[in-house]
Protein backbone atom coordinates (compact mmCIF):
# COMPACT_ATOMS: atom_id res chain seq x y z
CA UNK A 1 0.00 0.00 0.00
CA UNK A 2 1.05 3.88 -0.57
CA UNK A 3 0.00 5.92 2.35
CA UNK A 4 1.81 8.30 1.67
CA UNK A 5 -1.12 11.36 0.41
CA UNK A 6 -2.59 10.24 4.39
CA UNK A 7 -1.24 11.86 7.48
CA UNK A 8 -3.30 9.69 9.23
CA UNK A 9 -2.33 6.96 8.10
CA UNK A 10 1.13 7.48 9.15
CA UNK A 11 3.36 6.68 11.83
CA UNK A 12 1.58 4.19 14.63
CA UNK A 13 -1.83 5.66 13.06
CA UNK A 14 -0.35 3.09 10.31
CA UNK A 15 -2.44 -0.18 9.66
CA UNK A 16 -0.75 -3.26 10.62
CA UNK A 17 -0.93 -6.08 8.34
CA UNK A 18 -1.38 -9.16 10.90
CA UNK A 19 -4.13 -10.82 13.22
CA UNK A 20 -1.93 -12.14 15.90
CA UNK A 21 -2.48 -14.59 19.33
CA UNK A 22 0.37 -14.02 21.43
CA UNK A 23 0.72 -16.26 24.93
CA UNK A 24 2.61 -14.81 28.59
CA UNK A 25 5.51 -16.58 26.93
CA UNK A 26 4.82 -13.93 23.97
CA UNK A 27 4.03 -10.83 25.93
CA UNK A 28 6.74 -8.96 27.95
CA UNK A 29 5.26 -7.70 31.56
CA UNK A 30 6.83 -4.92 33.58
CA UNK A 31 5.35 -4.17 36.90
CA UNK A 32 3.32 -6.47 38.61
CA UNK A 33 -0.67 -6.92 37.08
CA UNK A 34 -3.42 -6.51 39.71
CA UNK A 35 -3.86 -9.90 40.75
CA UNK A 36 -7.65 -9.48 40.84
CA UNK A 37 -8.21 -8.49 37.25
CA UNK A 38 -10.20 -11.05 35.60
CA UNK A 39 -11.94 -10.03 32.29
CA UNK A 40 -10.60 -8.10 28.98
CA UNK A 41 -9.54 -5.21 28.41
CA UNK A 42 -10.50 -4.50 24.39
CA UNK A 43 -10.24 -1.80 21.71
CA UNK A 44 -11.34 -0.44 18.35
CA UNK A 45 -10.17 1.42 15.82
CA UNK A 46 -9.23 1.79 12.15
CA UNK A 47 -7.27 -0.55 10.19
CA UNK A 48 -7.48 -0.78 6.83
CA UNK A 49 -6.64 -3.25 4.94
CA UNK A 50 -6.53 -2.81 1.34
CA UNK A 51 -5.19 1.24 -0.71
CA UNK A 52 -7.79 3.54 0.61
CA UNK A 53 -8.29 5.99 -2.37
CA UNK A 54 -9.63 8.50 0.14
CA UNK A 55 -9.22 8.57 4.21
CA UNK A 56 -11.27 10.87 6.40
CA UNK A 57 -10.07 10.62 9.60
CA UNK A 58 -11.56 9.54 12.72
CA UNK A 59 -14.71 8.71 10.15
CA UNK A 60 -12.74 5.59 7.86
CA UNK A 61 -10.90 2.50 8.26
CA UNK A 62 -12.02 -1.30 8.65
CA UNK A 63 -12.38 -1.72 12.11
CA UNK A 64 -9.94 -4.01 14.41
CA UNK A 65 -10.44 -4.92 17.91
CA UNK A 66 -7.36 -5.16 19.90
CA UNK A 67 -7.65 -7.65 23.27
CA UNK A 68 -5.37 -8.08 25.98
CA UNK A 69 -7.17 -11.31 28.54
CA UNK A 70 -6.77 -10.92 32.12
CA UNK A 71 -7.13 -14.23 34.08
CA UNK A 72 -4.79 -15.31 37.25
CA UNK A 73 -2.28 -12.93 36.35
CA UNK A 74 -1.88 -14.43 33.20
CA UNK A 75 -2.30 -12.51 30.19
CA UNK A 76 -3.19 -13.29 26.14
CA UNK A 77 -3.42 -10.50 23.35
CA UNK A 78 -5.21 -11.00 20.13
CA UNK A 79 -6.37 -8.69 17.53
CA UNK A 80 -8.89 -9.16 14.72
CA UNK A 81 -10.54 -7.58 11.88
CA UNK A 82 -14.37 -7.37 12.62
CA UNK A 83 -15.43 -8.95 9.41
CA UNK A 84 -17.95 -6.82 7.67
CA UNK A 85 -19.84 -7.55 4.54
CA UNK A 86 -17.53 -4.36 3.11
CA UNK A 87 -14.59 -5.83 3.76
CA UNK A 88 -15.43 -9.53 2.79
CA UNK A 89 -16.57 -8.30 -0.47
CA UNK A 90 -13.33 -6.34 -0.95
CA UNK A 91 -11.25 -9.75 0.28
CA UNK A 92 -12.74 -11.06 -2.21
CA UNK A 93 -12.19 -9.26 -5.29
CA UNK A 94 -8.76 -8.31 -3.41
CA UNK A 95 -8.93 -4.63 -4.05
CA UNK A 96 -10.61 -1.68 -2.19
CA UNK A 97 -14.32 -1.15 -3.91
CA UNK A 98 -15.69 1.15 -1.66
CA UNK A 99 -14.97 4.95 -1.04
CA UNK A 100 -15.02 6.97 2.03
CA UNK A 101 -17.54 9.07 4.03
CA UNK A 102 -16.05 11.86 2.66
CA UNK A 103 -16.55 10.72 -1.11
CA UNK A 104 -18.43 7.94 -1.87
CA UNK A 105 -18.24 5.39 -4.83
CA UNK A 106 -20.98 3.79 -6.67
CA UNK A 107 -20.63 0.10 -6.28
CA UNK A 108 -19.63 -1.53 -9.53
CA UNK A 109 -22.37 -3.70 -10.89
CA UNK A 110 -20.41 -6.55 -11.13
CA UNK A 111 -19.52 -6.61 -7.35
CA UNK A 112 -23.29 -6.47 -6.56
CA UNK A 113 -24.00 -9.40 -9.34
CA UNK A 114 -21.19 -11.11 -7.54
CA UNK A 115 -23.42 -11.21 -4.38
CA UNK A 116 -21.04 -8.37 -2.94
CA UNK A 117 -22.30 -5.29 -0.71
CA UNK A 118 -24.37 -3.12 -2.78
CA UNK A 119 -24.40 -0.50 -0.20
CA UNK A 120 -22.20 2.38 -0.83
CA UNK A 121 -21.47 3.53 2.25
CA UNK A 122 -18.93 1.16 4.54
CA UNK A 123 -19.94 -0.04 8.13
CA UNK A 124 -16.56 0.10 9.28
CA UNK A 125 -17.54 -1.32 12.85
CA UNK A 126 -14.29 0.39 13.66
CA UNK A 127 -15.77 2.97 16.91
CA UNK A 128 -16.15 1.17 20.02
CA UNK A 129 -15.91 -2.13 21.40
CA UNK A 130 -18.65 -2.92 24.48
CA UNK A 131 -19.73 -6.01 26.42
CA UNK A 132 -23.33 -5.59 27.96
CA UNK A 133 -25.76 -8.16 28.41
CA UNK A 134 -22.97 -10.59 27.74
CA UNK A 135 -22.81 -9.90 23.85
CA UNK A 136 -19.84 -8.60 23.12
CA UNK A 137 -20.40 -5.56 20.33
CA UNK A 138 -18.15 -3.74 18.10
CA UNK A 139 -19.87 -0.27 16.88
CA UNK A 140 -19.86 2.13 14.60
CA UNK A 141 -22.64 4.87 14.29
CA UNK A 142 -23.81 5.03 11.31
CA UNK A 143 -25.19 1.31 10.69
CA UNK A 144 -25.78 -2.16 13.14
CA UNK A 145 -23.35 -3.23 15.41
CA UNK A 146 -21.64 -6.15 14.61
CA UNK A 147 -21.75 -9.41 17.30
CA UNK A 148 -17.76 -10.87 18.29
CA UNK A 149 -17.27 -13.70 20.30
CA UNK A 150 -14.70 -13.52 22.88
CA UNK A 151 -11.82 -15.13 21.31
CA UNK A 152 -12.77 -11.32 18.45
CA UNK A 153 -14.21 -13.92 15.43
CA UNK A 154 -17.51 -12.60 14.01
CA UNK A 155 -20.41 -13.47 14.36
CA UNK A 156 -22.25 -10.94 12.29
CA UNK A 157 -24.54 -7.92 12.50
CA UNK A 158 -26.55 -7.53 15.57
CA UNK A 159 -30.58 -6.41 15.59
CA UNK A 160 -30.86 -6.94 18.99
CA UNK A 161 -33.37 -9.40 18.25
CA UNK A 162 -35.34 -7.46 15.42
CA UNK A 163 -35.59 -4.38 18.09
CA UNK A 164 -33.35 -2.50 15.35
CA UNK A 165 -35.11 -1.72 11.66
CA UNK A 166 -32.88 -2.01 8.50
CA UNK A 167 -31.61 1.16 8.00
CA UNK A 168 -31.50 2.24 11.55
CA UNK A 169 -27.81 3.54 12.88
CA UNK A 170 -27.00 2.61 16.53
CA UNK A 171 -24.53 5.02 18.42
CA UNK A 172 -21.31 3.84 19.25
CA UNK A 173 -21.29 5.85 22.37
CA UNK A 174 -24.23 4.69 24.38
CA UNK A 175 -23.57 4.86 28.19
CA UNK A 176 -24.44 2.45 31.13
CA UNK A 177 -26.99 3.42 34.09
CA UNK A 178 -25.00 2.07 37.12
CA UNK A 179 -28.05 1.80 39.13
CA UNK A 180 -30.72 -0.32 36.26
CA UNK A 181 -27.75 -1.62 33.96
CA UNK A 182 -29.70 -0.34 31.35
CA UNK A 183 -28.14 0.34 28.15
CA UNK A 184 -28.81 4.15 27.12
CA UNK A 185 -28.67 4.20 23.22
CA UNK A 186 -29.92 5.88 20.28
CA UNK A 187 -30.49 5.74 16.21
CA UNK A 188 -30.43 7.86 13.92
CA UNK A 189 -30.96 7.16 10.22
CA UNK A 190 -29.83 8.29 7.00
CA UNK A 191 -33.14 8.67 5.24
CA UNK A 192 -34.20 10.57 8.52
CA UNK A 193 -33.44 14.05 10.66
CA UNK A 194 -34.94 12.07 14.05
CA UNK A 195 -33.19 10.83 16.82
CA UNK A 196 -34.52 7.95 18.70
CA UNK A 197 -33.10 7.18 22.27
CA UNK A 198 -33.09 3.39 22.54
CA UNK A 199 -33.04 1.65 26.17
CA UNK A 200 -31.81 -2.01 26.44
CA UNK A 201 -32.14 -3.76 29.85
CA UNK A 202 -28.84 -4.95 32.08
CA UNK A 203 -29.89 -8.12 29.85
CA UNK A 204 -29.74 -6.89 26.31
CA UNK A 205 -33.20 -6.71 25.61
CA UNK A 206 -35.12 -3.94 24.28
CA UNK A 207 -37.02 -1.73 26.68
CA UNK A 208 -37.95 1.61 25.75
CA UNK A 209 -37.85 3.97 22.73
CA UNK A 210 -37.68 7.61 22.94
CA UNK A 211 -38.53 9.89 20.08
CA UNK A 212 -36.92 13.35 19.22
CA UNK A 213 -38.00 15.37 16.16
CA UNK A 214 -35.28 17.21 14.41
CA UNK A 215 -35.45 19.37 11.20
CA UNK A 216 -32.48 18.32 9.88
CA UNK A 217 -29.84 15.53 10.33
CA UNK A 218 -27.15 16.60 12.75
CA UNK A 219 -24.17 15.07 13.44
CA UNK A 220 -24.15 13.63 17.14
CA UNK A 221 -21.39 11.64 18.13
CA UNK A 222 -22.17 10.87 21.68
CA UNK A 223 -24.55 11.34 24.22
CA UNK A 224 -24.61 11.41 28.37
CA UNK A 225 -26.73 10.81 31.14
CA UNK A 226 -27.45 12.18 33.99
CA UNK A 227 -30.19 10.37 36.67
CA UNK A 228 -32.91 11.79 35.45
CA UNK A 229 -32.12 13.41 31.52
CA UNK A 230 -30.27 12.16 28.49
CA UNK A 231 -28.06 15.24 27.26
CA UNK A 232 -27.09 15.82 23.21
CA UNK A 233 -25.12 18.67 21.27
CA UNK A 234 -26.65 19.38 18.45
CA UNK A 235 -24.19 21.12 17.01
CA UNK A 236 -24.11 22.97 13.62
CA UNK A 237 -22.17 20.52 11.72
CA UNK A 238 -23.45 18.38 8.82
CA UNK A 239 -22.80 16.12 6.34
CA UNK A 240 -24.46 16.18 2.93
CA UNK A 241 -25.01 12.32 1.25
CA UNK A 242 -25.81 13.95 -2.04
CA UNK A 243 -22.63 15.92 -1.77
CA UNK A 244 -20.46 12.89 -0.82
CA UNK A 245 -21.83 10.58 -4.11
CA UNK A 246 -20.73 13.75 -6.35
CA UNK A 247 -17.27 14.03 -4.72
CA UNK A 248 -17.54 17.30 -3.14
CA UNK A 249 -17.20 18.46 0.72
CA UNK A 250 -19.83 16.50 2.47
CA UNK A 251 -18.99 18.19 6.08
CA UNK A 252 -20.82 21.32 6.78
CA UNK A 253 -20.39 24.37 9.62
CA UNK A 254 -23.05 26.74 9.74
CA UNK A 255 -21.74 28.40 12.56
CA UNK A 256 -24.62 31.62 12.49
CA UNK A 257 -26.78 28.66 13.52
CA UNK A 258 -25.28 28.46 17.37
CA UNK A 259 -25.30 24.87 19.06
CA UNK A 260 -28.45 23.65 21.16
CA UNK A 261 -28.44 21.26 24.00
CA UNK A 262 -30.77 18.79 24.16
CA UNK A 263 -32.19 17.39 27.80
CA UNK A 264 -34.16 14.92 27.00
CA UNK A 265 -36.13 13.40 30.34
CA UNK A 266 -35.38 9.46 30.52
CA UNK A 267 -38.67 9.23 31.84
CA UNK A 268 -40.13 9.40 28.17
CA UNK A 269 -41.96 12.18 28.63
CA UNK A 270 -41.16 14.25 25.91
CA UNK A 271 -41.13 17.46 28.18
CA UNK A 272 -37.60 18.20 26.17
CA UNK A 273 -35.79 21.58 27.07
CA UNK A 274 -33.68 22.98 24.13
CA UNK A 275 -30.66 25.42 25.70
CA UNK A 276 -28.91 27.63 23.35
CA UNK A 277 -25.39 28.86 23.27
CA UNK A 278 -22.55 29.76 20.70
CA UNK A 279 -21.03 27.36 18.21
CA UNK A 280 -18.79 24.57 19.02
CA UNK A 281 -18.41 21.06 18.47
CA UNK A 282 -17.21 18.04 20.67
CA UNK A 283 -17.04 14.24 19.84
CA UNK A 284 -17.33 12.94 23.89
CA UNK A 285 -18.57 13.76 27.20
CA UNK A 286 -16.69 12.97 30.48
CA UNK A 287 -19.37 12.72 32.32
CA UNK A 288 -22.56 14.52 33.70
CA UNK A 289 -24.67 14.96 37.07
CA UNK A 290 -27.71 17.07 38.60
CA UNK A 291 -26.86 19.15 41.84
CA UNK A 292 -29.02 21.58 43.25
CA UNK A 293 -31.84 21.61 40.28
CA UNK A 294 -29.14 22.46 37.73
CA UNK A 295 -27.37 19.76 35.17
CA UNK A 296 -23.67 19.87 34.67
CA UNK A 297 -21.72 18.39 31.77
CA UNK A 298 -18.18 17.81 32.04
CA UNK A 299 -17.01 17.45 27.84
CA UNK A 300 -14.00 17.88 25.28
CA UNK A 301 -14.95 21.34 23.33
CA UNK A 302 -14.05 22.00 20.28
CA UNK A 303 -14.30 25.14 18.51
CA UNK A 304 -15.75 23.70 15.12
CA UNK A 305 -15.53 20.43 13.44
CA UNK A 306 -12.51 20.12 11.75
CA UNK A 307 -13.38 20.27 7.64
CA UNK A 308 -9.37 20.46 6.72
CA UNK A 309 -10.18 16.82 6.35
CA UNK A 310 -12.41 16.75 4.07
CA UNK A 311 -10.61 15.69 0.96
CA UNK A 312 -9.32 13.03 3.60
CA UNK A 313 -5.46 14.28 2.98
CA UNK A 314 -5.44 17.47 5.39
CA UNK A 315 -4.84 17.15 9.21
CA UNK A 316 -6.86 18.78 12.37
CA UNK A 317 -5.07 21.69 14.50
CA UNK A 318 -7.76 22.82 15.99
CA UNK A 319 -7.24 22.35 19.87
CA UNK A 320 -9.10 20.78 22.38
CA UNK A 321 -9.54 21.02 25.89
CA UNK A 322 -12.12 19.75 28.79
CA UNK A 323 -14.45 22.13 29.63
CA UNK A 324 -17.63 21.96 32.44
CA UNK A 325 -21.11 23.27 31.27
CA UNK A 326 -23.51 24.08 33.77
CA UNK A 327 -27.38 24.19 32.63
CA UNK A 328 -30.13 26.19 35.08
CA UNK A 329 -33.36 24.59 33.53
CA UNK A 330 -35.49 27.84 35.41
CA UNK A 331 -33.42 30.43 33.53
CA UNK A 332 -32.61 28.48 30.60
CA UNK A 333 -29.03 30.06 31.12
CA UNK A 334 -26.01 28.10 29.92
CA UNK A 335 -22.44 28.36 31.83
CA UNK A 336 -19.52 27.09 29.68
CA UNK A 337 -15.70 27.06 31.17
CA UNK A 338 -13.02 25.77 30.24
CA UNK A 339 -11.82 23.34 33.30
CA UNK A 340 -7.58 22.84 32.01
CA UNK A 341 -5.77 24.57 28.92
CA UNK A 342 -4.34 21.05 28.21
CA UNK A 343 -5.26 19.66 25.07
CA UNK A 344 -6.93 16.37 25.44
CA UNK A 345 -9.35 13.88 23.71
CA UNK A 346 -11.36 10.76 24.64
CA UNK A 347 -12.59 11.58 27.96
CA UNK A 348 -13.30 8.97 30.75
CA UNK A 349 -14.81 8.43 34.06
CA UNK A 350 -15.04 5.40 36.50
CA UNK A 351 -18.68 4.39 35.15
CA UNK A 352 -19.87 3.35 38.21
CA UNK A 353 -20.07 7.28 38.64
CA UNK A 354 -21.62 7.51 35.25
CA UNK A 355 -24.23 10.03 35.75
CA UNK A 356 -23.49 10.61 39.10
CA UNK A 357 -21.16 13.55 41.16
CA UNK A 358 -17.68 12.36 40.52
CA UNK A 359 -13.93 12.90 41.38
CA UNK A 360 -11.91 12.14 38.30
CA UNK A 361 -12.09 12.36 34.77
CA UNK A 362 -9.31 10.94 32.48
CA UNK A 363 -8.38 11.32 28.77
CA UNK A 364 -5.94 11.03 26.31
CA UNK A 365 -3.64 14.09 26.84
CA UNK A 366 -0.68 16.01 25.35
CA UNK A 367 2.00 18.52 26.44
CA UNK A 368 3.87 19.37 23.48
CA UNK A 369 2.68 21.54 20.78
CA UNK A 370 0.07 20.53 18.32
CA UNK A 371 1.75 19.38 15.41
CA UNK A 372 0.54 17.77 12.16
CA UNK A 373 -1.29 14.56 12.23
CA UNK A 374 -1.31 14.82 16.38
CA UNK A 375 -1.10 12.87 18.54
CA UNK A 376 -1.19 12.33 22.70
CA UNK A 377 1.57 11.76 24.55
CA UNK A 378 -0.01 11.55 28.10
CA UNK A 379 -2.89 10.14 29.95
CA UNK A 380 -4.32 13.11 32.08
CA UNK A 381 -6.26 13.28 35.28
CA UNK A 382 -8.88 15.90 35.86
CA UNK A 383 -9.74 16.20 39.17
CA UNK A 384 -12.96 18.18 39.49
CA UNK A 385 -12.70 18.35 43.12
CA UNK A 386 -9.47 20.17 43.45
CA UNK A 387 -9.67 21.85 39.83
CA UNK A 388 -5.75 19.73 39.09
CA UNK A 389 -5.24 18.27 35.97
CA UNK A 390 -2.07 15.48 36.56
CA UNK A 391 -0.42 14.04 33.41
CA UNK A 392 1.36 11.17 33.38
CA UNK A 393 3.70 11.42 29.83
CA UNK A 394 4.64 8.34 28.38
CA UNK A 395 7.49 9.78 26.23
CA UNK A 396 7.79 12.75 24.42
CA UNK A 397 6.84 10.71 20.89
CA UNK A 398 4.57 8.37 22.16
CA UNK A 399 1.07 8.32 21.29
CA UNK A 400 -1.19 7.19 24.08
CA UNK A 401 -4.72 6.01 23.75
CA UNK A 402 -7.99 6.55 24.92
CA UNK A 403 -7.92 5.63 29.13
CA UNK A 404 -10.58 3.47 29.96
CA UNK A 405 -11.07 3.24 33.56
CA UNK A 406 -11.49 -0.27 35.35
CA UNK A 407 -12.85 -0.76 38.14
CA UNK A 408 -11.41 -2.63 41.61
CA UNK A 409 -13.56 -5.56 41.60
CA UNK A 410 -13.28 -4.92 45.92
CA UNK A 411 -13.32 -1.27 46.29
CA UNK A 412 -16.04 1.23 45.69
CA UNK A 413 -13.40 3.97 45.73
CA UNK A 414 -12.55 5.89 42.55
CA UNK A 415 -8.75 5.77 43.35
CA UNK A 416 -8.78 2.56 43.89
CA UNK A 417 -9.30 1.59 40.44
CA UNK A 418 -7.19 1.53 37.25
CA UNK A 419 -6.97 2.98 33.64
CA UNK A 420 -5.69 1.29 30.51
CA UNK A 421 -4.70 2.03 27.42
CA UNK A 422 -2.52 1.02 24.56
CA UNK A 423 0.89 3.38 23.94
CA UNK A 424 3.08 3.44 21.05
CA UNK A 425 6.71 5.12 22.32
CA UNK A 426 9.44 4.77 19.87
CA UNK A 427 12.48 3.09 21.08
CA UNK A 428 9.71 1.31 23.46
CA UNK A 429 7.78 0.04 21.14
CA UNK A 430 3.88 -0.92 21.63
CA UNK A 431 2.52 -2.16 25.40
CA UNK A 432 -0.92 -1.97 27.37
CA UNK A 433 -0.40 0.60 30.49
CA UNK A 434 -1.54 -0.10 33.26
CA UNK A 435 -1.52 3.27 35.61
CA UNK A 436 -3.74 3.38 39.21
CA UNK A 437 -6.29 6.05 39.16
CA UNK A 438 -5.15 6.95 42.77
CA UNK A 439 -1.69 7.09 41.65
CA UNK A 440 -0.79 8.49 38.55
CA UNK A 441 2.81 10.51 39.36
CA UNK A 442 4.52 7.41 39.79
CA UNK A 443 4.08 5.82 36.27
CA UNK A 444 2.42 2.29 35.09
CA UNK A 445 1.81 -0.27 38.08
CA UNK A 446 2.57 -2.60 35.31
CA UNK A 447 2.92 -2.72 31.19
CA UNK A 448 2.44 -5.28 29.13
CA UNK A 449 4.64 -4.87 26.16
CA UNK A 450 3.18 -5.95 22.49
CA UNK A 451 5.96 -7.22 20.13
CA UNK A 452 5.25 -5.24 17.08
CA UNK A 453 2.73 -2.35 16.76
CA UNK A 454 -0.96 -1.72 18.18
CA UNK A 455 -1.96 1.17 15.78
CA UNK A 456 -3.69 4.71 17.43
CA UNK A 457 -7.53 3.95 18.02
CA UNK A 458 -10.33 5.04 19.17
CA UNK A 459 -12.42 3.51 21.66
CA UNK A 460 -12.00 0.82 24.31
CA UNK A 461 -13.78 -1.02 27.80
CA UNK A 462 -12.95 -2.83 30.43
CA UNK A 463 -15.06 -6.56 29.45
CA UNK A 464 -15.44 -7.82 33.21
CA UNK A 465 -15.19 -11.78 33.95
CA UNK A 466 -14.81 -12.11 30.13
CA UNK A 467 -12.49 -14.72 29.31
CA UNK A 468 -11.20 -17.22 26.27
FE1 LIG B 1 -16.08 8.64 19.80
Sequence with gaps: MDLSAFPYLQGNYAPVDEERDLDDTELKV????????????????????????????????????????????????????????????????????????????????????AGGEPNPIRNTANTNVLYHGEKLLAMWEGGFPHLLNNDLSTVGLYDYDGALQPGDALTAHPKICPVSGDLISCTQRWDSPNYWLQVFDRNGKHKQTIPVEFERKGIIHDLQITDNFVVIFYAPAFHSLEKAMKGEDPFLWEEELGTKIIVIPRDGSGDNKIFETESFFSWHYCNGFEKGGKIIIDYIWINSIPFTQAQGTGVEKQPRRMYRMTLDPKTMQVTNEQFSDVFCEFSRVDERRMGKEYRYGFAASSNRSWGDAHGYNCTGRYDFETGETKLWEFGEEANAGEPAFVPNPDSEREEDGWVMNFVFNPGEGAFLSILSAGNIDDGPVAKVHIPGRVPNGFHGNWCQDLTL
Excluded: C
Design 30 to 113: EGKIPENLVGAYMRDGANVAYQPNHYVYPLDGDGMVHSVYFDNGKVQYKNRWVQTSHLMTERKFGHTIYGSVGKLLEVPQDVID
